[in-house]
Nanobody, 124 residues
Framework: QVQLVESGGRLVQAGGSLRLSCAASGRTFSSYAMGWFRQAPGKEREFVAAISRSGSTKFYIDTMKGRFTISRDNANNTLYLHMISLEPQDTAVYYC?????????????????WGQGTQVTVSS
């Protein structure tokens, strides 16, 4: 079973960009589909993007398309989320997650392992 640690979150101005990383321990990273979620204060955890085990298939929530890019490096057990044109509404704690049951999971219940989250704050 993998353990996940996110990093890269920080304070950024509106219009800026960030790359979040999710480092996975263990040798089975490539066995998991991976995803990014985010949770703003007082709101439910929201799906952002998912990527298949090989990285060949990706899925984004419509509001993220064109601004967020999910990718993975199976050789280095790392998941990424590259974000551009950031808006204050993107402020949230961003979580990475690993799922083994579904090819391209989109629901929190379809993921088995979660990281602790990294804070992204976008100032106007």
């Amino acid at each position: 079973q993998v353990q996940l640690v996110e990093s890269g979150g920080r304070l950024v101005q509106a219009g800026g960009s960030l790359r979040l990383s999710c480092a996975a321990s263990g040798r089975t990273f490539s066995s998991y589909a991976m995803g990014w979620f985010r949770q703003a204060p007082g709101k439910e955890r929201e799906f952002v993007a998912a990527i298949s085990r090989s990285g060949s298939t990706k899925f984004y929530i419509d509001t993220m398309k064109g601004r967020f890019t999910i990718s993975r490096d199976n050789a280095n057990n790392t998941l990424y989320l590259h974000m551009i044109s950031l808006e204050p509404q993107d402020t949230a704690v961003y979580y990475c997650a690993a799922g083994i049951k579904v090819i391209l999971p989109k629901k929190t219940t379809e993921y088995d392992i979660w990281g602790q989250g990294t804070q992204v704050t976008v100032s106007s």
